[in-house]
């Protein structure tokens, strides 16, 4: 826990510095999309098997107790939140603690399980991401009824959008599941997920967002599953699935130059954790003690 903990520091870390320079630190509030990488809790109010509303999740959370999120304590748009000058813990949409005045400064839509592809989202029973969307709007209702339309018009447009999700698109469903397979080679099923992301973007462009930050995935076949799982590899890494994080990030990064030129008024930047997360596992040593 402590190892994925330490490797998104270093990746919050870059990606504050990148944010500020693209955000002239005006950032009334920060908006969140994606899976369990930022996931804050969403997850406890639906019906699904992935929940992390109990220990030893939460332990380092303030009052270390399990708030839904799948990490020890806070998760990277917390610290970025708290970076900017913001609460230092952003809401989940879905729960049901929080309201409307908690959610201007913040709030998180993210589903742990999903993925671009609604089809992934499936796997689990999760919130698609055109579901997080809808979700989205709805907020948007609730904040012009709260702080008035010119208020919430500001707010929206000057708030840090962050995006981050992909693996499970490719480990719960491509590699698992034979629709895919059948469907797409996995450099056809890359450029697939790579259009829904554009798709994705345009849609939180037209709905007033201009300040967006996409994450790309990590070294994923040096995750502790895919390695328990690689028997025939001595429980090495799968160099296979890094090779398509490589690619499949490549794309992303392709696609937000394309945004960037294509949105006008859009402040788009791609923020990459692969070679952190790489460099911390082959060299574990170089980054302190780990438990």
């Not at 979700?135 to 995006?163: C, D, F, M, P, S």
């Not at 201009?210 to 076949?221: D, Y």
Request: proline share 4%; with cysteine.
């Amino acid at each position: 826990m402590a190892y994925t903990y330490t490797a998104w520091l270093l990746v919050i870390i870059t990606e504050f510095l990148i944010l500020v320079s693209i955000t002239k630190a005006k950032v009334p509030a920060v908006i969140v999309f994606g899976d369990s990488s930022v996931d804050a809790g969403n997850n406890n109010a639906v019906s699904t098997l992935l929940k992390s509303n109990f220990l030893p999740y939460g332990r380092d959370f303030a009052g270390g107790h399990a708030t839904g999120r799948f990490c020890n304590g806070r998760i990277p748009p917390d610290f970025i939140s708290e970076a900017f000058g913001l609460k230092p813990a952003i809401p989940a949409y879905l729960d049901s603690n929080y309201n409307i005045s908690d959610f201007t400064t913040g709030v998180c839509f993210a589903s742990a399980g999903t993925g671009y592809d609604n089809a992934t989202s499936a796997v689990l029973n999760v919130i698609p991401m055109w579901k997080e969307l809808e979700y989205y709007k709805e907020y948007q209702n609730k904040l012009r009824a709260h702080v008035g339309n010119i208020k919430a018009n500001e707010i929206l447009t000057e708030a840090l959008y962050l995006i981050s999700l992909g693996t499970n698109d490719f480990l719960e469903n491509y590699y698992i599941l034979p629709t895919r397979q059948s469907q797409f080679t996995i450099k056809q099923f890359e450029d697939f997920l790579t259009g829904l992301a554009g798709n994705f973007i345009r849609n939180l462009y037209s709905l007033g967002a201009r300040k967006i930050s996409l994450t790309g995935v990590p070294p994923m076949g040096c995750l502790p599953l895919e390695r328990a799982m690689n028997i025939m590899g001595q429980n090495d890494c799968v160099e296979n699935y890094n090779k398509v994080a490589l690619e499949f990030n490549g794309k992303l990064k392709a696609l937000v130059a394309r945004l960037n030129k294509e949105l006008h008024g859009a402040r788009l930047i791609f923020t990459d954790p692969y070679f952190i997360f790489s460099q911390i596992i082959k060299k574990p040593s170089l980054y302190g003690k780990f438990m």
